[in-house]
């Protein structure tokens, strides 16, 4: 089992500064292939505590995600196996201020 981000994120980063295993990543600002923030299946421990500080709500546990975020599973764990992957990056930098 894993948690994935949807579409629906909008780059607010709260999910990584919660996440005990460090396992949430940011695609780089302005990256087209890459918008959103993406969690690695094969690290995240499933503990849920992304869920509830995402204001979009755009995380589910994989056996909840809704059909047409169904892709997005597939696109979470690609991001660490084809896509940037994990990376140095800075929080704030990479987030975008919520209204
Ligand atoms: S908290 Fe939600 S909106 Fe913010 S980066 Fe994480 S998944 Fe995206
Ligand atoms: S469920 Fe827990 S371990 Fe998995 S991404 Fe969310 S905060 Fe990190």
Same mark, same amino acid.
């Given at each position: 089992?894993?948690? *994935? /981000?949807?579409?629906?994120?909008?780059?607010?980063?709260?999910?990584?500064? +919660?996440? $005990? +295993?460090?396992?949430? *990543? &940011?695609?780089?600002?302005?990256? !087209?292939? =890459? &918008?959103? #923030?993406? /969690?690695?299946?094969?690290?995240?421990?499933?503990?849920?505590?992304? *869920?509830? *500080?995402? &204001?979009?709500? !755009?995380? #589910?546990?994989?056996?909840?995600? &809704?059909?047409?975020? @169904?892709?997005?599973?597939? /696109?979470? !764990?690609?991001? #660490?196996?084809?896509?940037?992957?994990? =990376?140095? #990056?800075?929080?704030? !930098?990479?987030? @975008? $201020?919520?209204?």
């Amino acid at each position: 089992m894993t948690y *994935v /981000i949807t579409e629906l994120c909008t780059r607010a980063g709260d999910c990584v500064e +919660v996440c $005990p +295993v460090d396992c949430i *990543v &940011p695609g780089p600002k302005g990256d !087209a292939q =890459w &918008p959103y #923030f993406y /969690i690695d299946p094969d690290t995240c421990i499933d503990c849920g505590a992304c *869920v509830s *500080v995402c &204001p979009p709500e !755009a995380i #589910f546990p994989d056996d909840e995600l &809704p059909a047409e975020y @169904e892709k997005d599973l597939e /696109i979470n !764990a690609r991001f #660490f196996t084809e896509g940037p992957g994990y =990376w140095d #990056f800075d929080l704030e !930098a990479e987030r @975008e $201020p919520q209204s």
